[in-house]
């Protein structure tokens, strides 16, 4: 069974950074894409990240120059690097990690990330 632990949430300041990681119990080049997701209550979960096998990434428009995902194969992780963080950035973080044949999404439980003075 597939599992994904998130770590590195936390309350900063604005303009402060943070660390996500995402770890997965089973190597992560399974997967054709993992990625970051973040909500807030009321609102749709929206994409944040991805990145591929091949290591191609994708970014929201509003964390790109700020945000890189990256990945350790050896480590069977995922990261979210986070710099400048603003207060809109506050939302629960959840990894997500896909294969694409057969079609199937995998989530973990979530980081709360808060971004406050």
């Known amino acids: 069974q597939v599992q994904l632990v998130e770590s590195g949430g936390g309350l900063v300041q604005p303009g402060e950074s943070l660390r996500l990681s995402c770890t997965a119990s089973?190597?992560?080049?399974?997967?054709?894409?993992m990625a970051w997701y973040r909500q807030t209550p009321g609102k749709q979960r929206d994409m944040v990240a991805t990145i591929n096998r091949g290591g191609s990434t994708n970014y929201a428009n509003s964390v790109k120059g700020r945000f890189t995902i990256s990945r350790t194969n050896a480590k069977n992780t995922v990261y979210l690097q986070m710099n400048s963080l603003k207060p809109e950035d506050t939302a629960v973080y959840s990894c997500n990690a896909v294969t694409n044949v057969p079609y199937r999404p995998y989530w973990g439980q979530g980081t709360q990330v808060t971004v406050s003075s």
């Open positions: 089973v190597g992560i080049f399974n997967f054709d894409v």
